[in-house]
């Protein structure tokens, strides 16, 4: 393991994916420094600019040069979460990697335990949220329904109420790389991937400053994403249905036989019952080809290969002046 090859100067990677951050942004990287030199080893942090409309890539660039620790990656555009994410951990060196929020809902404090279980043996160290503050009523019960059906759904055992704040070693984040899934579902991924992987308690505190940048449609989004890469249980339920679906016709027409059969003369009266038939057969068959468009549509967009994301510049202090540089090696599949 990584921290026990290099036990006295283990190096550790901070990715912090910024959207619309500017405000909150100072006192994130304040507050994750004073954790970082407390731990005393050598470390960097990205902060990716995912294509704030903000200023947040002035105020990232203006804090890389104050700090010799912080890379600015920048983005073309808004790629989304867990694109900016994967960016980092393309670029991040570290014998351990940490993904945190840049809006301290993710306390920077919780690092230093982390550090301490992947010390311990840890391939994965995780948050776990004990409570969320200041998440409406609303997210809190979508969230827990998600989780439940998720793990209803999927063999891998993905932790309920964790995000993706996370310490991973170095093996972890160099499978991750080899993983170039265009619908991310991260958490997932470092589950699928195993080994030894434990929880760390805390308590989830309202944003800093600004908003949240996941509304009800992206969250559902996310959602789909997370189910489809993980489960392939909704096709089989297609099947299941149309079996079922079946042996009730199969049901139905034996017992109208034997009805006319007692009794030549019995006569059912049935447009009602004809239309609804219809209609509800006609409004499972489109749900069945949703789903399994959900599926293709994944397949088309996986069979195009696109890149995940696309840097425009990497902006890091060098001999006392601030440089802004394109990655001249990106990682295999990046581009
Ligand atoms: N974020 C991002 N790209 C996006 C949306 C969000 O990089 O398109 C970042 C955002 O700056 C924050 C983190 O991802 O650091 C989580 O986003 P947010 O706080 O809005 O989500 P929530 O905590 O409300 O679920
Ligand atoms: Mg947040």
């Not at 840097?311 to 060098?318: A, G, L, V």
Request: with cysteine; net charge positive.
């Amino acid at each position: 393991m990584s921290g026990a090859k290099f036990p006295s100067v283990p190096q550790l990677s901070v990715v912090a994916p910024c959207y619309n951050e500017a405000a909150g942004l100072p006192e994130f990287v304040r507050r994750l420094r004073a954790v970082c030199a407390e731990l005393g080893c050598g470390y960097e942090i990205l902060l990716v600019n995912d294509g704030s409309r903000d200023s947040t890539l002035e105020v990232a660039i203006g804090l890389a040069a104050q700090n010799p620790e912080v890379r600015v990656i920048n983005l073309l555009r808004n790629f989304g979460h867990q694109a900016a994410v994967t960016a980092g951990l393309d670029l991040a060196d570290g014998d351990a990697v940490v993904l945190i929020d840049s809006d301290l809902q993710d306390p920077p404090e919780l690092i230093v335990e982390m550090v301490a279980e992947w010390r311990k043996g840890a391939n994965v160290a995780y948050g776990k949220r004990r409570s969320r503050q200041g998440e409406t009523a609303f997210k809190l019960f979508t969230a827990k329904i998600f989780y439940r059906l998720l793990r209803g759904l999927t063999k891998s055992q993905i932790p309920a109420d964790a995000g993706d704040f996370r310490l991973m070693d170095r093996r972890v984040v160099e499978t991750l790389r080899s993983m170039r899934e265009r619908h991310r579902f991260i958490r997932g991924m470092v589950s699928w991937v195993g080994g030894k992987q434990v929880a760390v308690e805390y308590d989830r505190k309202p944003r800093f400053a600004g908003e949240t940048k996941f509304p009800f449609r992206k969250m559902f989004a996310f959602a789909i994403d997370a189910i489809t890469s993980f489960s392939v249980v909704p096709l089989r339920l297609v099947t299941y249905l149309a079996l079922a679906i079946i042996l009730l016709a199969v049901g139905a027409t034996a017992l109208v036989f034997v009805v006319k059969l007692i009794n030549p003369a019995f006569f059912i009266p049935g447009y009602a019952s004809i239309m609804l038939t219809i209609i509800f057969f006609g409004g499972l068959q489109l749900l069945a080809l949703g789903i399994i468009g959900e599926y293709l549509g994944r397949m088309y967009e996986s069979v195009k290969a696109r890149p995940i994301y696309v840097i425009e510049q990497i902006y890091r202090q060098q001999d006392g002046a601030l440089s802004g540089h394109n990655p001249t090696k990106p990682p295999p599949g990046a581009f």
